[in-house]
Every structure is written in C-alpha cells, then in structure tokens.
C-alpha cells in the first residue's frame, strides 16, 4: 500500500540524503494504517513540487516522544548533536501534547527508493 505525507524542506531533504532514516509522526488513525513493506510518497511542503518514495522497514510506537528519543540515537533523525530537550521541543512545534497524550508517537524507519 502507498501512503501520503507532506515535509518540510528540512526534513525532506534529510531523507534525500539518506540522513535520516526515521520519520516522526503521531500514532494517529492514518499512521496506524502503515505496515512494513509499504511504502510513503512524501511531499514537499508547502510547494508540492517534489516528491520522494520510501520504503516503510519498521514501525516503533512509543506513549511519547521523549520516550522515542531516549530509545533511537539522535543520530537516525539526523539531529546529532541534540539535546532530547530540543528534539522534544522541536516536536512540540509541530505535534501539541494533547495530540500526543491521545494518539502517542510512531517511528517509522524508512528506506529511500527514489
């Protein structure tokens, strides 16, 4: 099956060079439909004029993100050098804690195809 997700720059680009090999999200309805050996077309945000497909390798759920942090070297974000504060935080940007306490976190451990 063939999932899709917009990214922003950063993180696409991430991706794109192989830097980073998770991918954060809530383990919310959509992501829970995500099965390894899917694979997830994501686009670039806002623009939407690039695409990059991955394959899904492996999920991880986990009750928070600093929970995930503290278990996946920072590295596989491609944000060695972090604090777990600032990958929390920068999170947080994006994902609220009450969406977090609700649906809880998910890596998703990717392989680029394209």
């Not at 899917?38 to 759920?61: H, N």
């Not at 935080?89 to 977090?100: N, W």
């Amino acid at each position: 099956m063939k999932h899709r997700m917009g990214l922003y720059e950063t993180p696409f680009r991430s991706i794109q060079k192989t830097a980073k090999v998770f991918e954060v999200r809530l383990n919310d309805e959509k992501r829970r439909n995500i099965k390894v050996g899917d694979r997830i077309e994501f686009v670039l945000v806002p623009t939407k004029d690039e695409l990059l497909e991955v394959e899904v390798l492996e999920l991880r759920e986990y009750p928070t993100f600093e929970d995930m942090y503290q278990d996946i070297p920072y590295d596989l974000f491609d944000c060695k050098g972090w604090t777990l504060e600032e990958l929390v935080e920068s999170t947080y940007e994006i994902y609220t804690k009450e969406q977090e306490k609700k649906w809880g976190a998910l890596a998703i451990r990717i392989k680029v195809l394209t």
